[in-house]
């Protein structure tokens, strides 16, 4: 059974920064392409960052272009995702999610598992 467990998120003052970690449990990790995805009181589950199977694309929803960058260490059975330039509206709960097939995709229904999410606030 693949488990996906998250950790990082906090409360930061707007302008700071956090880095989110998710570590997957199994042994095909390195197959799997990761996602993270971020979700707010009241709103759908929206596309944060993806990457493939080795690390060599990336992907990133526009709310975070040149704020966000994912990473992963295949090593480690991990994949991070640092964030930057945090506002107020990066508030929300954040998910990793793995995609078996190992494309890289901003479309949440093909994500095969998800973790419980950790909570980010930024305060203005």
């Known amino acids: 059974q693949v488990q996906l467990v998250e950790s990082g998120g906090g409360l930061v003052q707007a302008g700071g920064s956090l880095r989110l970690s998710c570590v997957v449990s199994g042994r095909t990790f390195s197959n799997y392409a990761m996602g993270w995805f971020r979700q707010a009181p009241g709103k759908e589950r929206e596309f944060d960052a993806g990457?493939?199977?080795?690390?060599?694309?990336?992907y990133y929803g526009d709310s975070v272009k040149g704020r966000f960058t994912i990473s992963r260490d295949n090593a480690k059975n991990t994949v991070y995702l640092q964030m930057n330039s945090l506002k107020p509206e990066d508030t929300a709960v954040y998910y990793c999610?793995?995609?078996?097939?190992?494309?890289?995709?901003?479309?949440?229904?093909?994500?095969?598992?998800w973790g419980q999410g950790t909570q980010v606030t930024v305060s203005s």
């Open positions: 999610a793995a995609d078996r097939y190992g494309d890289v995709s901003g479309i949440e229904t093909r994500y095969d598992y």
């Open positions: 990457i493939s199977w080795d690390g060599r694309t990336t």
